[in-house]
Structures are given as C-alpha cells and as structure tokens.
Nanobody
Framework: QIHLVESGGGSVQSGGSLTLSCAVT????????LGWFRQVPGKERERVAD???????TVAASVKGRFTISRDNTKSILYLQMNRLVPEDTAMYLC?????????????????????WGQGTQVTVSS
C-alpha cells in the first residue's frame, strides 16, 4: 500500500522558517508527480509546489522566492523549505502523489488529479 506521512509543521512567528517533510512508502515506479498543497477551512485547496520525476519543480507565485521544494530520492522524502513565513501561510499542508506527470494538458496537475494524499501537517504563523 502507498502511504504519505507529513511532518514538520508547527507554530512560528512571522518571518520564521519551517521545513516540512513527506515520507512516501509503497510506491516503486520511476515516474511520478509529488506535490505540496495547503488548505484553509472554507477555501479551496491551493497548490504550493510540485516535483516531477524528471527533476522539474515549480512553486506557486504566492510563495515563490520563499518556499523551495526538494526530494531526497534515497529516503523517498519530499521536503518543503518555507522561509519568511507570513500569517497568510497559515494552513494545513498536505503532500500528494500521482503516477502521471506534473504537467497535464499544458498546466500543472490539480489537486483533484492526485491519487494519494497524506493526512497533513498544520502550520500556524503568528504576526
């Protein structure tokens, strides 16, 4: 079975940093798309960043220059380094996995197009 487990969330003051981790187990294929999303109650799930199996990464405009996505292939862990956090970054952060590419019909894979999800880790940024 495929499992994704996030960790690293917490409470931090504005301007601080956190590194989220997503441990992936049970997925043995070479091709995949891994993504980080965040969700605030009452709002749509927002794509934060994604990592394609060819090494291509993208981050959303709202976090560009502050967040970095990376992967440790030997440990099958996906990371999200978050710097200069602001209260608007407060959300539940979830990682997701799909066996397809991150590019779908000329756009990045949307949240409804991922097959597997973790439970999420809460990030709270206070002003």
């Amino acid at each position: 079975q495929i499992h994704l487990v996030e960790s690293g969330g917490g409470s931090v003051q504005s301007g601080g940093s956190l590194t989220l981790s997503c441990a992936v187990t049970g997925y043995t294929y070479d091709h995949y798309c891994l993504g980080w999303f965040r969700q605030v109650p009452g709002k749509e799930r927002e794509r934060v960043a994604d990592f394609d199996s060819d090494g291509t990464t993208t981050v959303a405009a709202s976090v560009k220059g502050r967040f970095t996505i990376s992967r440790d292939n030997t440990k099958s862990i996906l990371y999200l380094q978050m710097n200069r956090l602001v209260p608007e970054d407060t959300a539940m952060y979830l990682c997701a996995l799909d066996g397809g590419e991150c590019w779908v019909a000329g756009r990045r894979r949307g949240s409804h197009e991922y097959n597997w999800w973790g439970q999420g880790t809460q990030v709270t940024v206070s002003s």
